[in-house]
């Protein structure tokens, strides 16, 4: 079964910092593409970051570049997010989600088809 | 940054009811649009990709379409297991953002 399954959240002063593990199963996790996603409380999903399968390119939002660092490592399945800095503003569930890709033509159409269940993370004093 | 304007924001429709959500992007995404679903307290999961693609499992009552800024998300018989947010996303640009979300209520 495709499994991906996010640790490490929790309560962290603001300031503090936090470092998420998303363990992937099922599939072959070094070919693909990962993000993390964030959900605060009874808002919509926002993207975070974005990785390569092989780790080379790697995006991040405007709101925690800077402060967050994602990573992985293809030998253990894990993609991770070090975050540093944080802020009220972080509070929120994290998930991490795979990205493929369909091909129409010359044309890539990519989206996030397998989500992990999420893991909370509250920035509080 | 790419903004995705979804509407409505939030509805009330019964069991049968066809219903549709559109959303739009602030320039045009050729067919780069997606669409998930979100249950309270679980994650989202994906329903269709490529505006009109449908997603391996997920019922035929689901259909996507549109092109370039504007696209809907129409379900043609609402089912009690579809009161859900949908949400939107484009992933034309490296930074994907989603839509505000819609929020389908049991009238």
């Known amino acids: 079964e495709v499994q991906l399954v996010e640790s490490g959240g929790g309560l962290v002063q603001p300031g503090g910092s936090l470092r998420l593990s998303c363990a992937a199963s099922?599939?072959?996790?070094?070919?693909?593409?990962m993000n993390w996603v964030r959900q605060a409380p009874g808002k919509g999903l926002e993207w975070v970051s974005y990785?390569?399968?092989?780790?080379?390119?790697?995006y991040y939002a405007d709101s925690v570049k800077g402060r967050f660092t994602i990573s992985r490592d293809n030998a253990k399945n894990s993609l991770y997010l070090q975050m540093n800095s944080l802020r009220a503003e972080d509070t929120a569930v994290y998930y991490c989600?795979?990205?493929?890709?369909?091909?129409?033509?010359?044309?890539?159409?990519?989206?996030?088809?397998?989500w992990g269940k999420g893991t909370t993370v509250t920035v509080s004093s | 940054d790419i903004q995705m304007t979804q509407s409505p924001s939030s509805l009330s429709a019964s069991v049968g009811d066809r219903v549709t959500i559109t959303c739009r992007a602030s320039?045009?995404?050729?067919?780069?649009l997606n669409w998930y679903q979100q249950k309270p307290g679980k994650a989202p999961k994906l329903l269709m990709y490529?505006?009109?693609s449908l997603q391996s499992g997920v019922p035929s009552r689901f259909s996507g379409s549109g092109s370039g800024t504007d696209f809907t998300l129409t379900i043609s018989s609402l089912q009690p297991e579809d009161f859900a947010t949908y949400y939107c996303?484009?992933?034309?640009?490296?930074?994907?953002?989603f839509g505000g979300g819609t929020k389908v209520e049991i009238k």
């Open positions: 989600a795979r990205m493929v890709y369909s091909k129409s033509g010359k044309t890539n159409y990519y989206y996030m088809d397998v």
């Open positions: 099922g599939f072959t996790f070094s070919s693909y593409e």
């Open positions: 990785i390569s399968s092989s780790g080379s390119t790697i």
């Open positions: 320039q045009s995404i050729s067919s780069n």
């Open positions: 490529a505006a009109s």
């Open positions: 996303q484009q992933s034309y640009s490296t930074g994907v953002t």
